[in-house]
């Protein structure tokens, strides 16, 4: 287990944190394959009903690294994003986050994952990749479309502007903004409500409305060849060296 991401069992809820505060929790190689072996585990392990995604000092996820952008062939086949996002697809268990701060990239489409979703009236939310010179990653483009609708899901993937989770909310993104001092004990209580039903059935339950897990993959991997090109252009390495230089 790495130390930039932890987890820990209570009450049949696996609760999932990043801590990489100094880089506002931006995901590493490290990080995705520290998150793939937590989730096989939690999916074998009998003792975990429900998983609970958490960020760490006011801050969920600035995405991935945008210095491994320049490092990295990110989404590469076999690569750490997207062992991930293979162990998270196929992940059989409700999954509930705890939202607050930045929720940016990956720190927002791994949202589109989980079945319940609480946030704060300071959590932002970002799907940057076009801005980035990049494309939509981990399913957004069918997830957010099947979501939210084309129109709606448009919006937020091509213009990218950032929004708040009063908007996020009536998109039907997330369940609930809860204050800043209670988020993630609702998030909690949540979780163990889930956890404390019958476990197989919930189990099937959470299957069968992700059932469409085949088209997630398809998009995925869809997705994937699109942000590997992308992430090599001029545009895109100009745009990740002017974030790290500022
Ligand atoms: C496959 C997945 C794809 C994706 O996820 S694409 C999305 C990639 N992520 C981003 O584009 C977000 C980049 N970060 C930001 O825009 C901002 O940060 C925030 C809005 C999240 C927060 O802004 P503020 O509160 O002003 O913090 P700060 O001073 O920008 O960041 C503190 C330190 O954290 C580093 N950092 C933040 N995000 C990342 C990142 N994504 N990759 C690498 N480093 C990051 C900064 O550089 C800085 O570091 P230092 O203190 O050494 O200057």
Same mark, same amino acid.
């Given at each position: 287990?790495?130390?930039?991401?932890?987890?820990?069992?209570?009450?049949?809820?696996?609760?999932?944190?990043?801590?990489?505060?100094?880089?506002?929790?931006a995901l590493?190689?490290?990080?995705?394959?520290?998150?793939?072996?937590?989730?096989?585990?939690?999916?074998?392990?009998?003792?975990?009903?429900?998983?609970?995604?958490?960020?760490?000092?006011?801050?969920?996820?600035?995405g991935n690294d945008?210095?491994d952008f320049?490092?990295?062939?990110v989404?590469?086949?076999?690569?750490?994003?997207?062992?991930?996002?293979?162990?998270?697809?196929?992940?059989?268990?409700?999954?509930?986050?705890?939202?607050?701060?930045?929720?940016?990239g990956i720190?927002?489409?791994?949202?589109?994952?989980?079945?319940?979703?609480?946030?704060?009236?300071?959590?932002?939310?970002?799907?940057?990749?076009?801005?980035?010179?990049?494309?939509?990653?981990?399913?957004?483009?069918?997830?957010?479309?099947?979501?939210?609708?084309?129109? +709606?899901?448009?919006?937020? @993937? =091509?213009?990218?502007?950032?929004?708040? &989770?009063?908007?996020? $909310?009536? /998109?039907?993104?997330?369940?609930?903004?809860?204050?800043?001092?209670?988020?993630?004990?609702?998030?909690?209580?949540?979780?163990?409500?889930?956890?404390?039903?019958?476990?197989?059935?919930?189990?099937?339950?959470?299957?069968?409305?992700?059932?469409?897990?085949?088209?997630?993959?398809?998009?995925?991997?869809?997705?994937? +060849?699109?942000?590997?090109? @992308? =992430?090599?252009?001029?545009?895109?390495? &100009?745009?990740?060296? $002017?974030? /790290?230089?500022?």
């Amino acid at each position: 287990m790495s130390e930039l991401v932890t987890s820990q069992l209570i009450n049949k809820v696996l609760h999932i944190s990043f801590h990489r505060e100094d880089k506002k929790n931006a995901l590493t190689s490290e990080m995705y394959d520290a998150l793939s072996a937590t989730l096989k585990s939690a999916k074998a392990n009998d003792e975990v009903n429900v998983v609970l995604f958490k960020g760490s000092e006011g801050c969920f996820s600035a995405g991935n690294d945008i210095a491994d952008f320049l490092k990295q062939p990110v989404l590469e086949e076999g690569s750490p994003v997207l062992k991930f996002l293979h162990e998270l697809t196929n992940f059989d268990k409700p999954m509930v986050a705890a939202v607050s701060g930045p929720a940016v990239g990956i720190g927002t489409t791994l949202l589109l994952h989980c079945d319940l979703v609480y946030a704060t009236d300071q959590t932002y939310f970002s799907l940057p990749f076009v801005d980035l010179g990049l494309c939509p990653e981990a399913g957004s483009s069918y997830l957010l479309t099947r979501q939210i609708g084309y129109v +709606r899901a448009a919006e937020l @993937l =091509l213009l990218a502007e950032p929004f708040d &989770a009063a908007k996020a $909310k009536e /998109l039907g993104i997330i369940n609930d903004v809860v204050a800043v001092d209670k988020y993630y004990e609702v998030a909690q209580n949540k979780a163990e409500k889930l956890a404390s039903k019958p476990a197989h059935a919930l189990r099937v339950s959470r299957q069968l409305l992700r059932s469409n897990s085949g088209l997630v993959s398809k998009a995925i991997e869809r997705e994937a +060849r699109s942000f590997s090109s @992308l =992430l090599t252009s001029d545009e895109a390495k &100009a745009i990740f060296k $002017k974030f /790290l230089e500022k």
